[in-house]
């Protein structure tokens, strides 16, 4: 299962500086898929007998939900990672082992993600939310829009301010990590073994009946739940040990750019190439120090390598991010029809457009490439001194902000605009 991918790690004090969490995520999905950045603002829903229509399923709505930032696979409804106005960040992994995967629609490890950061304004509260949700709908359905079926149990990483949760699930079975120093990362594994803060109150009792643990030697929820000799899970070559032993590479002086480099990483395997390939990433900045806003990075194209992170800042009256939101169908979308993926539209939002034409032209121009890679450094190194001078002065133009994401999305544009045209 290794090809489908996606790696999600969090550092915390005082494995980084200045006091902040750094949270960082690559999605890898299939090389076509289009990955959007879109923002949904805080609402208040009133006629709560309106159920809420996920990717597949409706669900129960809430009285209130937060304002959030997704990063998504622009057929669905929900996200492979994003963040909301409290500075809660969650990120999603495909994960299998001993419990059957179930093909029947039910709600989408991405479904989770975007409710959970709907939903909740701390870390743990959002593990609660998607644990409930789990246990009241279930997870299953195609994660991919095509024909094939593809379909996957899932493991979240939760951060906020403060902490993080590593939250890994088996169908409707779970265990939950907390963190709160240092660094942690997931990958397409299970990865928590005998150090379990949180569980489902069944999770032992159902592996016993199974045959899958004896209920006499200590309970590892990842040996006993996959395939996998947690011994030597440290020592393989995949990428879930690649992406820890970066993070500790760098421990003590991780900022967002050590998160950036390592999402850019491509020996170990973390940006990937091929059928599967890294379609977009992101990287947060979660301070402490409460006064201090959080700042979202997100690329929306593929290849962190040759794409910008471009900051994002929560503030009341946020621009609507057009130039990274795909084009809509309606009910005439293919996923909402059934049978479903009867065809594919071209979901191109105008910033893929521009990245994938620009990509033509420097696969086949080295000078071209290295004065386009050069523009691209220099905008996201300016954009990163501004954000490090907000993070230092504490002083936030709020004018200015409500259209940070769209203005430096232009630029972008603007830079492989003047390398297609030249």
Same mark, same amino acid.
């Given at each position: 299962m290794e090809p489908c991918s996606c790696d999600t790690l969090v550092a915390l004090p005082p494995a980084t500086v200045d006091n902040r969490i750094i949270f960082g995520k690559n999605s890898d999905r299939l090389c076509d898929e289009v990955q959007e950045v879109v923002y949904f603002p805080a609402a208040v829903h009133e006629n709560l007998r309106e159920h809420l229509q996920c990717t597949y399923i409706?669900?129960?709505?809430?009285?209130?939900?937060?304002?959030?930032v997704l @990063?998504?696979?622009?057929?669905?409804?929900?996200a492979e990672m994003g963040a909301n106005e409290h500075g809660v960040c969650i990120g999603n992994e495909a994960v299998w082992g001993r419990e059957e995967v179930c093909d029947e629609e039910a709600l989408l490890g991405m479904d989770l993600v975007r409710l959970g950061l709907e939903r909740a304004d701390t870390a743990e509260k959002a593990l609660n939310v998607i644990v409930d949700l789990l246990e009241k709908y279930g997870q299953g359905g195609n994660c991919s829009e095509g024909r094939m079926?593809?379909?996957?149990?899932n493991s979240f990483l939760i951060a906020d301010r403060k902490e993080a949760w590593i939250l890994e699930t088996a169908g409707k079975y779970w265990a939950a990590e907390k963190v709160q120093e240092g660094v942690r990362n997931i990958s397409n594994q299970l990865s928590i073994t005998t150090k379990i803060d949180r569980e489902h109150p069944d999770l032992r009792n159902y592996a016993k009946q199974k045959g899958w643990w004896d209920g006499k030697t200590e309970f590892d929820f990842a040996a006993t739940y996959s395939y996998l000799d947690t011994a030597k899970m440290m020592l393989s070559p995949g990428r879930y040990c690649e992406g820890y032993k970066l993070l500790n590479k760098h421990k003590g002086n991780i900022t967002f750019e050590t998160m950036m480099e390592i999402l850019r990483d491509k020996p170990s395997g973390i940006n990937m190439e091929g059928e599967f390939l890294t379609t977009a990433s992101m990287v947060s900045i979660l301070p402490q120090d409460s006064n201090l806003p959080c700042i979202h990075f997100f !690329?929306?194209?593929?290849?962190?390598?040759?794409?910008?992170?471009?900051?994002f800042i929560f503030v009341p009256n946020v621009s609507q991010l057009l130039? !990274? @939101?795909?084009? !809509?169908?309606d009910l005439e979308d293919p996923v909402k029809k059934k049978p479903r993926f009867q065809f594919k539209p071209d979901r191109r939002h105008p910033l893929y457009q521009e990245h994938q034409q620009a990509l033509e032209v420097i696969d086949k121009k080295e000078e071209k490439a290295k004065t386009m890679l050069d523009n691209m450094r220099k905008l996201e190194k300016e954009l990163f001194k501004e954000m490090e001078s907000i993070l230092q002065n504490k002083h936030l133009d709020v004018d200015k902000i409500v259209n940070l994401f769209p203005q430096c999305a232009k630029d972008e544009i603007r830079i492989y605009k003047s390398n297609i045209s030249s």
């Open positions: 409706e669900i129960d709505q809430v009285p209130e939900t937060y304002a959030v @990063s998504r696979p622009a057929w669905l409804w929900g079926v593809f379909s996957y149990h !690329t929306g194209t593929p290849d962190p390598e040759r794409s910008v992170f471009k900051p130039d !990274t @939101s795909s084009p !809509t169908f």
